[in-house]
């Protein structure tokens, strides 16, 4: 340890020796974030018909998407602590098991149970996400992080984006049994190159498995995660929905103090609670919301009938292939956004990310009437949210230690789920108390989707204010602060 100019600095510690994988490495995380978002979105195209192949009421069937986002936000922390001790590429593989597990589980399923059984597992393997980001700082040179965390950010929404008109034309003309089976393959496939081509990466940390701050924080994030998203179903002042909420409010803080208190803890509260950590979470929460917002709102437009006077009569393959260009958008604007980090800050990428999607709620005022406006919304937005979740983890990995890389991402990609969360409670709310009759049926009435749509601007421009308030320039600051832990057992 130095002194230069008053200030301590950790020296940073020899990189991992293998640096023959990092080309690997980069390609294997842009392949596992879209096989990730397939694992979200292939459901989407199955919902009306789930009741029908399942044999269940449509209410029951809603938990094929919620237990996904729930076992996804449960397991993600701890998967991101296990990979600061154990080694991030083991645990990188260890989450593709049950993610093809899932997969298979699913595409077998001829009830409720095994299929909802699945989609767990699918969720569980959600951790391989903030896992290879984390694996980036290891393998990769200080000057090629920034370009390849934004593609790895990229990725994501490009197999969101394309996955929904890929899984609709499947369902469409092949087994819904398919969708499955070829996302098991997927799974199988990064597996196979996450052991070929990621280097060696060593633990960064050593102690033991908080086993209690885990169940803790799985219980407290149950809670919470399912009174916000099952409150509309169950109604937001009907006692279990108050019941999980209180409960939440009581483990949470519970769970808080805990982790203050013992030795080897799932997330230190004390890294999380630095400035830069901190405001950046907050941020993750909003942004996150404000992402979800549009996406939910436009593809209803477009499939909603023409009747109604402002839905665009779209089958989900059109609607689909009308979205497919957003996500190819993200991928074009990952390198400009790497740039403006290395030259600004992760900071100006973020706060230009958050009012580049306000800009695109702002458009839905004149534009919210035809396929190629809804089209120019969703790019807008989603150059908007490749600009932001580019430099989310910069800021986040400019601030911990090399030995809490994997629990910070971890973190705050569960920042950004309870904000995906809030954000589908809230327009959806919003959505069924602005309807209007239409055969006999209740659908969202264009103000509905103009008020979900505002709500979304706020929140894209109430993410830039918070990001304002980032010390400096948002990247490392003056101390650099990395793990001068000893050598953890070597990773098989």
Known sequence: MNTIGGNRVEEEPSQPAARDGRHGIVTVMAVAGIVASLTQTLVVPLIGRLPEMLNASASDTSWVITVTLLAGAVTTPVMGRLGDL??????????????????????????????????????????????????????????????????????????????????????????????????????????????????????SAHGRVDVAGALGLGAGLICLLLGISKGADWGFGSAPTLGLLAAAALLLPLWGWWELRTRDPLVDLRVTARPQVLVTNVASIVVGFAMYAQSLIVIQILQLPAATGYGLGQSMLAAGLWMAPSGLMMMIVSPVGARLSAARGPKVTLITGSLVMALGYGLSVVLLGSTWGLLVISCVCSIGVGFAYGSMPALIMGAVPRSETGAANSFNTLMRSIGTTVSAAVVGVVLSHLTIDFGGHPLPSQDGFHTGMLIGCGAALAAALITMALPGRGGPPRRVIVATDPAPATES
């Open 86 to 203: 154990y080694g991030k590429r083991r645990m990188m593989l260890v989450c593709a098991v049950p993610l093809v597990l899932g997969c298979v589980t699913c595409a077998l399923a001829g009830s409720l149970a095994p299929m909802i059984a699945g989609r767990g597992l699918q969720g569980m393997g959600m951790g391989l996400i903030p896992l290879g980001i984390s694996a980036l700082r290891e393998v990769l040179p200080p000057d090629r992080l920034g370009s390849a965390i934004a593609l790895m950010s990229s990725s994501l929404g490009i197999g969101g984006a394309l996955g929904l008109p890929l899984a609709a034309a499947v369902a469409e003309y092949a087994s819904w049994r398919v969708l499955f089976w070829a996302t098991a393959a997927l799974g199988l496939l990064v597996a196979a190159l996450i052991r070929l081509l990621v280097p060696y990466i060593p633990a």
